[in-house]
C-alpha cells in the first residue's frame, strides 16, 4: 500500500469510529498517525488541548512567502503553551512517537507543529528526541534518499534552535558534519544553525571550526573514505547506477575512484576527469554529480587546511580547548582530521598551567611524543586541555627533535609549522 493510499484508508477509518477524537487528530495510516489517534482516543486531556492541537495542525496554513513560518504562529504557540499546562507535555509525547521511527510517510502539518512547539517551549530535556527525529528524517546514515522527510527534518532545525541550550547547539552542530545532502544542509540547516549560534553569543573561531561537513565519509586510517553507490549502498547520499569511492589521502589530496560493472578501477585526483564511455553509459546527471561531490570534498580539505594555519598564525597563542571540545571537531573529524592528525599538539591534565606535553595525534586515540614513545591523553580525558604547539613556546632541542621525528616517520605537514 502507498503512502496516499495508507492515508486513505486511515481517513476513512477515522471519521465516527470512535467518536472521541478531535478533529485536529492525524488521518492516515502511518506509524504515527495511528499511535496518535490511539494515544487521543483515551487522553482525558484532548477536549482542553483543543486550540493548541488546531493550532499546531494549521501551522503549514501559516508560511510566509519565502517558505519560512510567520512569527505570528510562533508567538500564538508560545501564548498557547503558557496558557495550558498540559500542552507543552503533550507535544513532548507526539515527537517521542516520532522519533521512535521512520518518518517517511509523515506529512501531516500536526506533526510539524508539534515538533515546533517543543521548541518553542525551550525543553532542553528534548534534545535526543528531535536530534533522533533530525537524523531519522534526514535518512541519515542510509546513504538513500528513500524515507527522508525535508519538512519534519527542518522542523526538527527550528526546534532545536529555539531551545538556546549548549546541547541543543552541539546537536546542529552534529547534523552539519552528518548531513551531505547539501540543499538541506544548507538551506535548512545552516542560516538556523549560525542564527542560533550568533543568539547564544559563539565566538566566530567556534563556529567556523565547527561547520565543516564531513561529506558523508568516514575516518579511514590516518585518510578518508566515502562511497557512491546504488540508493542505500553508498556512505554519500544518492543513487548511482554505479560505484565510486572518495578518499582524502593526505592534506592535500583526494583522489575519485570509479569502478565500472566489471570492477575495473580508474583513478585520479582533480579535476576528477571520467573514464571514456561513463557519461554515455551512466548518465550525465550521476558522472556530474559524482565530480561536484568531489570537488566540495577537495573544496573542504582546503578550508580545513585554512583554518588551521590561520589558528597558528593568527595571534592566538592563548586558545586552548577541553579534550572533550576539541576532539570531535579536530581528530575525530573525517576531513579536518586529515589535517590535524598532521600537527603537533600540547596536551596538559586540567586545572594547572604545568605538565604541557608535545605529541603528535595518532588515529583512533593516543599521542606519540617527539621521541617515539606513545602516551595517553592525560588524566580526566575529555576535561584535559588541548593547544596547537607553537615554536616560540618550545626551545631549540625541542624543535630539532620534531624535525628529526616529522623526517624518521615521512610525515609532511600541511604547512610550515616546525621552523626548519
Keep these: 500500500m502507498s503512502d496516499d493510499d495508507a492515508q486513505k484508508a486511515g481517513t476513512a477509518g477515522t471519521a465516527g469510529a470512535t467518536g472521541t477524537l478531535p478533529g485536529w487528530a492525524p488521518a492516515g495510516g502511518s506509524r504515527w498517525a495511528v499511535a496518535m489517534r490511539a494515544r487521543l482516543a483515551g487522553d ?58 521512520p518518518v517517511s510517510g509523515e506529512y501531516e502539518g500536526l506533526a510539524l507543529g508539534l515538533v515546533l512547539a517543543v521548541g518553542r517551549a525551550k525543553d532542553a530535556g528534548a534534545v535526543p528526541d528531535l536530534l533522533a527525529l533530525a537524523r531519522s528524517a534526514a535518512a541519515l546514515g542510509t546513504g538513500s534518499a528513500v524515507g527522508r522527510n525535508d519538512v519534519l527534518a527542518k522542523g526538527a532545525f527550528w526546534a532545536l534552535a529555539d531551545i538556546d541550550a549548549p546541547a541543543a547547539l552541539d546537536a546542529l552542530w552534529s547534523l552539519y558534519r552528518d548531513i551531505d545532502y547539501v540543499v538541506l544542509r544548507e538551506d535548512g540547516l545552516a542560516p538556523e544553525l549560525r542564527e542560533a549560534a550568533a543568539r547564544m553569543g559563539v565566538p566566530d573561531e567556534v563556529r567556523r571550526e565547527r561547520m565543516v561537513p564531513a561529506h558523508g565519509l568516514l575516518p579511514d586510517g590516518a585518510g578518508a573514505l566515502g562511497t557512491f553507490g546504488p540508493s542505500g549502498e553508498g556512505t554519500i547520499h544518492g543513487n548511482y547506477p554505479f560505484r565510486a569511492e572518495l578518499a582524502v589521502e593526505d592534506a592535500e589530496t583526494v583522489v575519485l575512484t570509479w569502478i565500472d560493472d566489471e570492477g575495473k578501477r580508474t583513478s585520479g585526483g582533480q579535476p576528477f576527469r571520467t573514464p571514456t564511455g561513463y557519461k554515455a553509459r551512466y548518465g550525465p546527471e550521476n558522472v556530474e554529480g559524482v565530480q561536484r561531490h568531489a570537488k566540495r ?12 594555519r590561520d589558528l597558528l598564525q593568527e595571534d592566538l597563542p592563548g586558545r586552548v580547548w577541553t579534550y572533550g571540545d576539541w576532539r570531535p571537531y579536530y581528530i575525530d573529524h573525517p576531513i579536518t582530521g586529515v589535517v590535524a592528525r598532521r600537527l603537533v599538539w600540547e596536551f596538559a591534565p586540567p586545572g594547572s ?16 611524543t617527539a621521541g617515539g614513545a606513545a602516551r595517553p591523553v592525560p588524566a580526566l580525558e575529555d576535561a584535559a586541555r588541548v593547544r596547537l604547539w607553537r615554536p616560540e613556546r618550545a626551545g631549540a632541542d625541542e624543535i630539532a627533535a620534531w624535525r628529526d621525528r616529522l623526517e624518521e616517520v615521512a610525515l609532511r605537514q600541511p604547512f610550515p609549522q616546525i621552523p626548519a
Excluded: Y
Excluded at 482525558?44 to 513560518?69: I, M
Design 44 to 101: 482525558p486531556r484532548a477536549d482542553g488541548l483543543e486550540e493548541f492541537g488546531r493550532h499546531c495542525a494549521e501551522v503549514r496554513e501559516h508560511r510566509d512567502k519565502r517558505g519560512g513560518l510567520k512569527k505570528g504562529w510562533f508567538a500564538r504557540t508560545g501564548k498557547l503553551l503558557a496558557a495550558n499546562a498540559d500542552a507543552a507535555p503533550f507535544a513532548r509525547e507526539a515527537l517521542e512517537l516520532l522519533a521512535a521511527g
Design 297 to 308: 570534498v577537495r573544496e573542504t580539505l582546503m578550508l580545513a587546511r585554512r583554518l588551521l
Design 353 to 368: 598551567d604545568d605538565g604541557w606535553v608535545a605529541a603528535l595525534p595518532v588515529p583512533g586515540g593516543g599521542l606519540v
